[in-house]
T-cell receptor, first 118, second 114 residues
């Protein structure tokens, strides 16, 4: 079965550079989520989109932005990169009802993009 | 401040024995709990969940127990198999957040030895 596809798998950038991470959800999934996992840390929710509209926002820095496109894929744009942005970035998808606190929180995660900022 | 705590970073058990992974939470308003499993170089995968109206949910070798008064849940794996070796995350929906806004613990790395 098709899974969530993230690209690239690995990315090396220097401080103050920009980066774009891409996420292709499972077919027919309309909701995407972005998480950041620092070394030895728990995954932290960044942002989510439902039907191309932002549905929730977590601890996402102002230097980051994201969007969901008409084919439901999503991109996370990161500017003025800092050393502390080095982390594993996961995208997840699901069929969503993000306006409510749904009881089914089963998310399907991609394998992540490992970002290293030097 | 960590709202979901997994105080054991690692756990090692023998194949065939029981694995017990623990999770504590701070907010009594949390009413739904999930466990995710993560293998190296892969994203987390959903394993099992429990609603606060229950105190136990079972799925094959995996059982989750919820003790609301203690704000504690545990995941039991019986019998443990080498393929169960992974990092296990406890997660809860962020109260007031929308679907998919989950708060994760830091995870427990389970090693099942043959």
């Amino acid at each position: 079965a098709a899974g969530v596809i993230q690209s690239p798998r690995h990315l090396i950038k220097e401080k103050r550079e920009t980066a774009t991470l891409k996420c292709y959800p499972i077919p027919r999934h309309d909701t995407v989520y972005w998480y950041q996992q620092g070394p030895g840390q728990d995954p932290q929710f960044l942002i989510s989109f439902y039907e191309k509209m932002q549905s929730d926002k977590g601890s996402i820095p102002d230097r980051f932005s994201a969007q969901q496109f008409s084919d439901y894929h999503s991109e996370l744009n990161m500017s003025s990169l800092e050393l502390g942005d080095s982390a594993l970035y996961f995208c997840a998808s699901s069929l969503g009802r993000p306006a409510s606190q749904a009881t089914n929180e089963k998310l399907f995660f991609g394998s992540g993009t490992q970002l290293s900022v030097l | 401040d960590q709202q979901v705590k997994q105080n054991s970073p690692s756990l090692s058990v023998q194949e065939g024995r029981i694995s017990i992974l623990n999770c504590d939470y701070t907010n009594s308003m949390f009413d739904y709990f999930l466990w995710y499993k993560k293998y190296p170089a892969e994203g987390p995968t959903f394993l099992i969940s429990i609603s606060s109206i229950k105190d136990k949910n079972e799925d094959g070798r995996f059982t989750v127990f919820l003790n609301k008064s203690a704000k504690h849940l545990s995941l039991h794996i019986v019998p443990s198999q080498p393929g169960d070796s992974a990092v296990y995350f406890c997660a809860v929906p962020n109260y007031g957040g929308s679907q998919g806004n989950l708060i994760f613990g830091k995870g427990t790395k389970l090693s099942v030895k043959p």
